[in-house]
């Protein structure tokens, strides 16, 4: 079994909203039907990122760390294209 850390971007209030799961799809069509009390009054998500983990430790830990200060910083590098788009 995988696991697997995500980004979903909020297009309503332009936030993020981090999580894990073992089941990448029916977690996105849970946020998307608005089954998800994090997200449900955020709609419509984007998701914007993804990885996948061999183990639920080692996705809790890096949804921990995606969730902090310098995660967030890491994510903006890491998708800089995304956020910044050039010309």
């Known amino acids: 079994m995988y696991y ?3 980004v979903l971007l909020s297009e309503k209030d332009n936030q993020f909203y981090t999580g ?3 089941d990448l799809k029916r977690r996105l069509d849970e946020h998307q039907l608005g089954k998800v009390h994090s997200t449900k009054y ?3 998500l984007k998701l914007i990122y993804f990885e996948g983990c061999l ?3 080692d996705a809790t830990r890096r949804e921990k760390y995606l969730k902090s200060g310098n995660g967030k910083i890491y994510l903006r590098n890491r998708m800089r294209q995304f956020f910044y788009p050039t010309g």
């Open 55 to 57: 183990h639920q430790q």
């Open 42 to 44: 955020r709609l419509p």
């Open 20 to 22: 894990y799961t073992s």
């Open 4 to 6: 697997y850390v995500y």
